[in-house]
Antibody, heavy 119, light 107 residues
Framework: EVHLVESGGGLVKPGGSLTLSCAAS????????MNWVRQAPGKGLEWVSS????????YYTDSVKGRFTISRDNAKNSLSLQMNSLRGEDTAVYYC????????????WGQGSLVTVSS | SYELTQPSSVSVSPGQTARITCSGD??????GLWFQQKPGQAPLLIIY???ERPSGIPERFSGSSSGTTVTLTISGAHVEDEADYYC??????????FGGGTKLTVL
């Protein structure tokens, strides 16, 4: 069974940094593109970043370019999101989610990790 | 920029058919997907490639597509179908867009 478990969330001051992790199990992690998707409190879903199976292709939404860095360690079945220069508008639950050829994008999700940016 | 537009809310009685629309120019070229999210839970993929249903998703959930609009239909809605529903499409690898979400009330 596919499991994705996020960790590393918490309270951070504006301008601060935080690193989220996602531990994957139940599938061959190195075969899949992985993503971070976030959801601000009471708001909708927003795709943040994706990384291809061997880290060849990396993409970010415009609002986090230059501040966030996605990475993965296929030997450890782990996905990370390093977040720098955090702003209040980055406050959200951050989900890691898997892409597959079929059924398609975001076919499995973790339970999410809350990041709160506040002084 | 690409946008997907959904109604903010839809309300039906149990057993009725609920339809949730999602409109956007991107949908003439790319597939639409639908996600269900219940309070405090992660989203769940319920429709992909406009009309396909992943294994384990009840048959009462179906999808359709016409022009710039994809539609999620819940035939004979159950009380437990009350949730937020999000459409999604990807114009490109770095342009991956969700609709604003629709709150479905079943009562």
């Amino acid at each position: 069974e596919v499991h994705l478990v996020e960790s590393g969330g918490g309270l951070v001051k504006p301008g601060g940094s935080l690193t989220l992790s996602c531990a994957a199990s139940g599938f061959t992690f190195s075969d899949y593109t992985m993503n971070w998707v976030r959801q601000a409190p009471g708001k909708g879903l927003e795709w943040v970043s994706s990384i291809s199976s061997r880290s060849t292709y990396i993409y970010y939404t415009d609002s986090v370019k230059g501040r966030f860095t996605i990475s993965r360690d296929n030997a450890k079945n782990s996905l990370s999101l390093q977040m720098n220069s955090l702003r209040g508008e980055d406050t959200a639950v951050y989900y890691c989610a898997r892409d597959s050829i079929s059924p398609g994008d975001f076919d499995y999700w973790g339970q999410g990790s809350l990041v709160t940016v506040s002084s | 920029s690409y946008e997907l537009t959904q109604p903010s809310s839809v309300s039906v009685s149990p057993g009725q058919t609920a339809r949730i629309t999602c409109s956007g120019d991107i949908l003439t070229e790319k597939y639409g997907l639908w996600f269900q999210q219940k309070p405090g839970q992660a989203p769940l993929l319920i429709i992909y490639k406009d009309t396909e249903r992943p294994s384990g998703i009840p048959e009462r959930f179906s999808g359709s597509s016409s022009g710039t609009t994809v539609t999620l239909t819940i035939s004979g809605a159950h009380v437990e179908d009350e949730a937020d529903y999000y459409c999604y499409s990807a114009a490109d690898n770095d342009v991956r867009v969700f609709g604003g979400g629709t709150k479905l009330t079943v009562l």
